[in-house]
């Protein structure tokens, strides 16, 4: 197998590990016979490091399984202050705040190491201040914010090229021939500014998704009746594109396709294939970001998150409190469920659901 972009014999020592779906946003189909170690360094990771930051923040809610490392953190602000969403979706705040009222120190923090370290620095100035004795009077408070406020943005230029390189990938890794795609590296490499890489916009969707699933496609499809060669690329559901390959294509009719599901970790087979209609393509697709269309598919996937969110979260406040409940009263001594066990089952698991979930019946 030769590097599709030098041409040079790919071997043992030159072979390199390219994930096709970035592996920042969960894609776990890679392949070591598409590009060679130089030709990787030279594409280099800043396009689609660009990608992976702009859709970081949905990997960070859906705490996205990767090879390596965890989603970054996302900042958010609630009521002014600065807010940490850690993947999963669990809050803190991004730093300590301090506000002095007279002659008294208001000290808010995540963490008593973060307390500690505030006030240390205040001891600098008020050596009276007892350090130990103000963290054993401090209050501890665990609640859950109505709201966070998150910036999310999509597209660019390097967005664009990181697609382009998928969409290449995705063709040479089925067997495409790399003379397909030399015009498009010139683009994704940044040298060149235009490529027929488009935002898709579809009325409805191109297929069906349960309501809880979240699937990064790809979809290559060769048309030599109508003469197109194309890749679909839908991440997260919602950020759809076409990356045109050839738009006078002769060869053989090609299909292939590729459905990952971020939530369960599992490729989902699709008895029919995708098919989009061409009229379809024509009209729904443009270089430019729709905006209102983009805060609409926004919706519609924070939602679908959201339910998801809420349904690991249920299953973690029930199996956390059966977790309890078996340590404060071993099976081994009693292998019955007491009045007193579900007593203390049912108080655990009220308590923790009126904390998730309390802001959800909170009136505008």
């Known amino acids: 197998m030769k590097c599709y972009v030098c041409d040079e014999e790919i071997t043992s020592e030159n072979e390199t590990e390219e994930h096709i779906?970035?592996?920042?946003?969960?894609?776990?189909?890679?392949?070591?016979?598409?590009?060679?170690?130089?030709?990787?360094?030279?594409?280099?990771?800043?396009?689609?490091?660009?990608?992976?930051?702009?859709?970081?923040?949905?990997?960070?809610l859906l705490d996205i399984k990767r090879d390596r490392g965890n989603p970054q953190n996302v900042k958010g602000t609630y009521n002014n202050k600065d807010i940490l969403i850690e993947p999963g979706g669990k809050l803190k705040l991004a730093r300590p705040y301090v506000e002095k009222n007279e002659n008294m120190f208001h000290i808010e923090a995540s963490s008593e190491r973060q307390a500690k370290e505030v006030l240390k620095g205040l001891k600098r100035k008020h050596p009276e201040i007892n350090i130990d004795e103000q963290i054993k009077n401090a209050g501890r408070n665990k609640s859950y914010l109505p709201s966070v406020k998150i910036n999310m943005d999509f597209g660019g230029e390097e967005a664009s090229r990181a697609l382009c390189k998928m969409a290449v990938n995705f063709f040479i890794y089925h067997g495409g021939k790399p003379e397909e795609v030399k015009h498009l590296l010139p683009y994704i490499k940044g040298s060149e500014e235009e490529a027929e890489v488009y935002f898709y916009y579809p009325k409805s969707e191109v297929f069906y998704k349960g309501e809880k699933e979240v699937l990064h496609t790809?979809?290559?499809?060769?048309?030599?009746?109508?003469?197109?060669?194309?890749?679909?690329?839908?991440?997260?559901?919602?950020?759809?594109?076409?990356?045109?390959?050839?738009?006078?294509?002769?060869?053989?009719?090609?299909?292939?396709?590729?459905?990952?599901?971020?939530?369960?970790?599992?490729?989902?087979?699709?008895?029919?294939?995708v098919r989009i209609p061409p009229q379809q393509l024509k009209r729904y697709k443009s270089k430019n970001i729709d905006v209102k269309k983009f805060e609409e598919r926004m919706k519609h996937l924070l939602q679908r998150v959201d339910k998801i969110i809420v349904d690991k979260r249920i299953n973690q406040i029930t199996t956390n409190a059966m977790k309890e409940m078996t340590e404060k009263y071993p099976q081994e001594e009693n292998p019955y469920i007491t009045k007193e066990m579900c007593a203390f089952l049912a108080n655990r698991v009220a308590k923790e659901f009126v904390l998730s979930f309390q802001h959800r019946f909170i009136e505008n």
């Open 218 to 273: 790809l979809i290559l499809a060769g048309d030599p009746q109508r003469k197109y060669l194309y890749v679909y690329v839908e991440l997260f559901n919602e950020f759809k594109m076409v990356v045109y390959i050839n738009r006078e294509y002769e060869g053989e009719a090609i299909y292939q396709s590729y459905h990952y599901n971020v939530v369960t970790n599992e490729v989902v087979e699709y008895d029919e294939p």
């Open 21 to 60: 779906l970035l592996n920042a946003i969960g894609g776990k189909l890679k392949s070591k016979k598409l590009i060679c170690k130089g030709c990787n360094s030279d594409f280099g990771s800043k396009i689609d490091d660009s990608l992976a930051r702009q859709l970081n923040p949905i990997a960070n």
